[in-house]
């Protein structure tokens, strides 16, 4: 099976003009401690970590993250979730 990059996870540094751009302040947050859990998107999930430290894993890849990271999953990713230390993100569901 082939993957191309629009199936992949995005992990980007972006800059504050970009975040500002996208309105990220704006976003809501959501917080979770250490865990791992299963995980689906329904949707595309654009998110930005405030803190935290993650490690997603689907049949493709496994993609590392953390604090300052924009992070983009796309729609119809089924993945595994394993956090590392305590997250808190704000998010957003949908296209840009």
């Given amino acids: 099976m082939t993957i191309n990059a629009q199936q992949m996870i995005q992990v980007t540094q972006p800059s504050e003009e970009r975040l ?3 309105g990220v302040k704006t976003w809501p947050i959501w917080t979770k401690e250490v865990s791992e ?3 689906h998107y329904d949707q595309k999930e654009t ?4 803190a935290g430290r993650v490690t997603v894993t689907s049949d493709h890849e496994t993609v590392s ?9 796309p729609a119809g990713l ?3 979730w394993k956090i ?3 997250v ?3 998010y957003r569901f949908g296209e840009e």
Wanted: glycine share 8%.
């Fill in 20 to 22: 500002a751009t996208l």
């Fill in 37 to 39: 859990f299963p995980w």
């Fill in 47 to 50: 998110c930005y970590l405030l």
């Fill in 65 to 73: 993250f953390g604090a300052g990271d924009l992070v983009i999953f």
């Fill in 78 to 80: 089924s993945c595994t």
């Fill in 84 to 86: 590392h230390e305590d």
């Fill in 88 to 90: 808190r993100k704000h």
